[in-house]
């Protein structure tokens, strides 16, 4: 597996979201989920993202039993936010406030590190900003734990241009993860630029459309009664009609040139840029092969100029307004 680098911290080309092998995607399989993390570092991909949310708390714990006798080996990156002294674990309605105070951070590290089974992580994100917390108390708290070893490299998630910069000049920012797809082109006018321009890494999240990009599904009914997409801006009503074409004309690119749609979708995100890693999430170990086999994927001039030019716009917000409230903070 190749290697990219974000900022100075060395990762594979793609790395592995585990959302969907605890929360959000339906059901779950933990003895697959386990085998998909260890077949990762397998075949070379040993960058491994979760979150304290995923679950909520479960995700960690998967992760940490996956890992554990190669903990060394992956480099792994979780995320704070919201308060959970009341979550109950498996249950999202359990879930507190966004929190992003000092104290929070330092106790949010601790139990994310026992859940994990390590004494450190490599990346350490604020999940989504808190408007009602300056930044700067934040991520100095967040670079306490750098100090303190229990932390190697912080980012944030879905934060503006100028959270970045104002938490830059705090403390060096690794990576920004945020939302970015063949359908999802929000960041490219000013966030990607910022980074950029900081010397900061940028990791796309549902680099497949939540799945949809790939071909796995073409109408919520399809999926599991508990998965958050049949309620989707995106998937339903007049939206999915629109956006089933989007769909479509990624397979017929794909199928000319003899690759799976989400290889297609994600060879996109890695040609632009080498300071962006992709981390499509799967709970299955074949498409985990077949989506790193995007690494190996060219695209020409012609091919991205055709992707540009032949892609209708998506239709629908990609979360409901409470997310959608949540981002670019």
Not at 61 to 86: L, N, P, S
Request: proline share 6%; charged share 25%; hydrophobic share 40%.
């Amino acid at each position: 597996m190749k290697q990219r680098k974000l900022a100075d911290l060395e990762v594979s080309a793609i790395g592995l979201g585990c959302m969907g092998m605890s929360a959000f995607y339906g059901s779950a399989d933990e003895g697959e989920a386990i085998a998909t993390i260890q077949g990762a570092l397998e075949i070379g991909v040993d960058f491994i993202d979760t979150a304290q949310l995923y679950g909520p708390l479960t995700n960690e714990e998967i992760v940490g039993r996956a890992v554990k006798g190669r903990r060394d080996e992956y480099v792994i990156a979780t995320k704070f936010a919201r308060r959970m002294d009341d979550a109950v674990p498996g249950d999202m309605s359990t879930a507190g406030e966004l929190d992003g105070s000092a104290d929070h951070v330092r106790s949010s590290i601790d139990v994310s590190l026992e859940r994990l089974g390590t004494d450190y992580v490599d990346l350490y994100y604020q999940h989504r900003v808190d408007p009602n917390v300056p930044i700067e108390e934040t991520v100095g708290a967040m670079a306490e734990l750098v100090q303190a070893g229990k932390v190697r490299h912080i980012g944030l998630s879905e934060a503006a241009p100028e959270t970045i910069r104002r938490a830059h000049a705090v403390h060096p920012i690794t990576a920004v993860q945020t939302e970015y797809s063949l359908w999802t082109r929000d960041p490219e006018p000013e966030v990607i630029p910022t980074c950029r321009e900081l010397g900061i890494g940028f990791v796309p999240y549902s680099p497949l459309g939540r799945g949809f990009l790939s071909g796995r599904f073409t109408s919520p009914d399809e999926l599991d009664e508990d998965d958050f997409r049949r309620r989707g801006p995106r998937f339903t009503g007049e939206n999915l009609e629109a956006n089933l074409r989007i769909a479509a004309k990624v397979k017929e690119i794909a199928d000319e040139k003899g690759i799976t749609p989400a290889q297609l979708a994600i060879a996109w995100i890695l040609a632009q840029g080498d300071d962006l890693v992709p981390i499509p999430g799967t709970k299955r170990r074949t498409y985990l092969e077949q989506n790193a086999g995007a690494v190996d994927v060219p695209l020409t001039d012609e091919d991205l100029a055709r992707i540009d030019a032949e892609l209708p716009e998506p239709a629908g917000a990609r979360y409901d307004d409470a997310g959608m409230a949540a981002v670019n903070l």
